[in-house]
Every structure is written in C-alpha cells, then in structure tokens.
C-alpha cells in the first residue's frame, strides 16, 4: 500500500487537473442577458443570442438549443435540441448569432425560454413572448368602429385584416352614439393642420388615440406614451410603433394604448417595454 500510495496520488491529481481543464473550456463562453423580444408565433424566426469568450483563447462554440414553453411554475419542453452550426469566437469578444427557430402556434400570448447549452452545460436562455398573429382583432371588444385621420395610409390596411371597421374622417357631422374611437395619424405638420381644420365645429369628440412623429407637435418626444389632460385621449410617439404591421411589441403597445384609453383599469403596464 505504501509503494502504491504515491502513484494513486498523481494519478487522481492528474484526472483532477483534466476535470479542471475540461471545466474551464466550457465556462469561457458565456451568453450575455438580453430584453425579452415579442414575435409573431406560428412561423419562423431568427432569434438573436449573444455570446461572449471570456477566456484566453479562442474558442469554437459547439452549441445546441431547445425550445421550452414556461408555465406559471414550470418549463415544459417544446421542441426537441436542434444543433447550432459551430464558429469560433476570439478571445474576450462578444458575439451575436440569429438562430432560426420555428414557434408553434399561439391562441394568446405565450412564453417561451430558448435554453442555450455547451456539452451539458446550460449557458442561459432567451425569453420570448410569442403573440397570435391576430393581435389586433382585440380592438374588436373595445370599439365599434376606428375613425382614422391618416394621410399616410399606415394604418388602415392592418385594421382591416384584424376584421375592424374603418371608417375615414370627414368634415360632416356625426349624430350616432356608437363606441367609435379617433385615431390620427400625424406624420407632419401640415397633417395636423389639416386635421384641425376638420376638427373645427363639426366632428364629435370621441375618445382619441394620436400617433405624433417627432417634430410635429409639442409634446416631450421622450415620453412614449401619455394622456392628454381634460381630454379622453392618448398621444403616442410614432417611434414606439415601429413597422406595426410586423412588429408584435408595436401592436401590443397600440392594444394597450386602447386599453388605457377605454378601459384602464385592465391595464397593469399600458406602455410595455419603452426602449426603441
């Protein structure tokens, strides 16, 4: 025993240093936390992950991921591992790679965890809410109709294909009690001047919602979202509803916007995110 004692002693301090080694490969790479996103379910997606090599080397990746949907206490798988084409990283940079994932379809809102792993490691995930691609058909419960001031033409199309009557503002009057809705788009200032002069005595006051780009009104282009006092109304900043047709967090923010407008006390937090 004693002359084995010695040669059992390097030996496990030898598989010990390879443990060490094998380890500390692996804890180079790191994901980076990022915002949550919200996508359209039921297609696919390029799903952002960032990656950074916080070792001496570089480094070549060899990662796979898994889609989990969360529950209110549990992940529950919803994909099976799909491997991510391998790249090297070099030492102490930051990487960000679009991965393309399939989401499954969504009746509401759904969250989902895209699990990033290294061997058996687990390096992090990415919370994703996926939205149902009829988002905006939700307005339906809120108003009968959406009057809309817009020049541009942004916005009718997309009410339209979430089976919403539209109807366009005009300068005759309007005697019916139906729960119709404002909405104005202000792309310029000479677009605001066009809607006051229709505005004038002859349109009713019904509860508005306007979409204000930045330099045509007043308001603090800082604040995304706000109500107008001594009016039922809610002006928007255009840069919080980038490419509503399909941005999900663009529509989202505009549904909330209507909530907040007819219904506050549905709403916990009317502005969502608030970075661009």
């Known amino acids: 025993m004693l002359i084995l004692f010695p040669f059992l002693t390097r030996r496990l301090g030898l598989l010990f240093a390879a443990a060490l080694v094998c380890a500390s490969s692996h804890a180079q790479i790191r994901m980076l936390p990022s ?144 729960a119709k809705v404002l909405l104005a788009n202000f792309t310029s200032k000479q677009a605001e001047e066009e809607f006051q002069k229709l505005q004038d005595g002859s349109s009713p006051q019904w509860p508005s919602i306007f979409i204000v780009s930045t330099g045509v009104t007043s308001s603090e282009k800082l604040v995304p979202l706000k109500t107008v006092s001594g009016r039922k109304a809610i002006v928007v900043q255009d840069w919080f ?12 923010r505009l549904l909330r916007a209507f909530e907040l407008l007819l219904k506050p006390e549905l709403v916990k937090t009317p502005a969502m995110p608030q970075s661009k």
Request: net charge negative; charged share 15%.
């Open 241 to 252: 509803l980038p490419s509503p047709a399909t941005n999900a967090l663009a529509q989202l």
């Open 35 to 178: 915002d949550e996103i919200y996508i359209f379910a039921g297609t696919q997606h390029h799903l952002p992950i960032t990656l950074k090599n916080e070792g001496t080397k570089s480094e070549d990746t060899g990662l796979k991921c898994r889609l989990f949907q969360a529950s209110s206490s549990t992940l529950a798988p919803a994909s099976a591992p799909q491997n991510i084409p391998s790249f090297s990283i070099p030492a102490g940079t930051v990487s960000t790679i679009h991965v393309p994932f399939d989401l499954p379809e969504t009746r509401s809102i759904t969250t989902f965890h895209l699990k990033v792993y290294q061997s058996e490691q687990d390096l992090g995930s990415l919370i994703i809410r996926a939205c149902p691609t009829n988002l905006l058909s939700g307005l339906k419960s809120l108003a009968s109709e959406i009057v809309l001031f817009d020049p541009a033409n942004s916005w009718k199309q997309l009410f339209v294909a979430n089976g919403i009557t539209v109807s366009d503002l005009t300068p005759a009057p309007v005697t019916d009690s139906k």
